[in-house]
């Protein structure tokens, strides 16, 4: 009898796949774990990165609008509040906890929704200009999409089956 090497129930010694969790045993697969492992630990220090470039970038959109005046503006703040979020999901998922995925996904959510209204706030039914016909607002457009692209792809990528199985 030996034990699974994911969820360490007793199973025969010849068994390829754990009959619990279906985790294959044999020692080829190793080093393709060890490799999934590390591409985890990447997309997480990637994240924490990010995370942390954001609450800066978020804490400078506060700042300039408070130079302008605008009182209700509080779209810095939901930056920051979903990068918060955002870093302690990529923390867990370093720690092995599949609730680090959850929690990432939620606020990655609340970042990805708050710039998608962002962006279109900046730009008018076509995309170019708004109201007032400013081409600044189609900078604006653009640089809102350009952070949103990488937030995509990094939630799909943490979905994956290669990912997800490492988390417990």
Same mark, same amino acid.
């Given at each position: 009898?030996?034990?699974?090497?994911?969820c360490?129930q007793?199973? +025969?010694?010849?068994?390829?796949?754990? =009959?619990?969790?279906g985790?294959d045993?044999?020692?080829?697969?190793?080093?393709?774990?060890?490799?999934?492992?590390?591409f985890?630990?990447?997309?997480?220090?990637?994240?924490?990165?990010?995370?942390?470039?954001?609450i800066?970038?978020?804490?400078l959109?506060?700042?300039?609008?408070?130079? +302008?005046?605008?009182?209700?503006y509080?779209?810095?703040?939901?930056?920051?509040?979903?990068?918060?979020g955002?870093l302690?999901?990529?923390?867990m998922?370093i720690?092995?906890?599949?609730?680090g995925?959850?929690i990432?996904?939620?606020?990655?959510g609340?970042?990805?929704i708050?710039?998608l209204?962002?962006?279109?706030?900046?730009?008018?039914?076509?995309?170019?200009? +708004?109201?007032?016909g400013n081409?600044a607002?189609l900078?604006a457009?653009?640089?809102?999409?350009?952070?949103?692209? =990488?937030?995509?792809l990094?939630l799909?990528?943490?979905w994956?089956?290669?990912?997800?199985?490492?988390?417990?």
């Open positions: 009898m030996t034990n699974c090497k994911r360490n007793q199973m +025969d010694g010849e068994t390829n796949f754990c =009959p619990t969790c985790e045993q044999r020692t080829n697969n190793i080093i393709h774990q060890k490799s999934n492992a590390s985890l630990i990447v997309l997480c220090v990637l994240t924490i990165i990010g995370s942390v470039f954001t800066g970038r978020a804490y959109y506060e700042m300039v609008s408070m130079m +302008d005046g605008e009182s209700n509080i779209r810095g703040w939901i930056y920051a509040g979903s990068s918060i955002t302690t999901g990529a923390i998922m720690q092995r906890k599949l609730n995925l959850y990432y996904s939620t606020f990655q609340i970042y990805i708050t710039v209204v962002a962006s279109l706030s900046y730009s008018d039914a076509f995309g170019s200009f +708004d109201r007032s081409a607002s900078l457009s653009g640089i809102a999409m350009f952070f949103l692209l =990488p937030s995509i990094f799909i990528l943490y994956t089956n290669m990912i997800k199985k490492h988390l417990t």
